[in-house]
């Protein structure tokens, strides 16, 4: 089964990512966020970083859980490879994996995470 694919926008990135269960439906989310912000670059699982988020719906919640990343990145200098997700109601707790985001060479074009056609769902057994 594919993990995510991009999709066409006029001017930013937009994804559709793809699970057998919610858990791994947002960590495909955070490996197509991951490819938007690194590339192909390798990034090595040196560092091991937790996230907690909390929100009043799926949306909010992979919102609030991507926005990490770019808080990761921006704020404590870390680039992510691998990500495990474990949702519980209307919070999530993921274990993240990288590296030192100054070892490595790119250009990071995201600039913010939107609501924009964001939706989570559940359609013929798959998130």
């Known amino acids: 089964?594919?993990?995510y694919k991009f999709l066409e926008h006029t001017a930013?990135?937009?994804f559709q990512s793809y699970g057998k269960?919610?858990?791994e439906s947002f960590e495909n989310a955070a490996l197509a966020l991951k490819e938007v912000m690194f590339g192909k670059i390798k990034i090595k699982s040196k560092i091991k970083k937790k996230i907690k988020v909390r929100a009043k719906d799926n949306e909010g919640l992979l919102y609030r859980f991507?926005?990490?990343f770019?808080?990761?990145l921006d704020a404590e200098n870390f680039a992510f490879?691998?990500?495990r997700v474990?949702?519980?109601g209307l919070s999530l707790e993921a274990e993240v994996y990288g590296d030192k985001s100054s070892s490595y060479k790119f250009t990071n074009d995201v600039?913010?995470?939107t609501y924009n056609q964001m939706f989570v769902r559940q359609t013929s057994g798959k998130w």
Do not use: G, R
Request: glycine fraction near 0%.
């Open 21 to 23: 269960t919610l858990n």
């Open 81 to 83: 490879n691998k990500v």
């Open 70 to 72: 770019l808080y990761l």
């Open 86 to 88: 474990k949702i519980t």
């Open 12 to 14: 930013d990135v937009k």
């Open 111 to 113: 600039k913010a995470v």
């Open 66 to 68: 991507l926005e990490q």
């Open 1 to 3: 089964m594919k993990k």
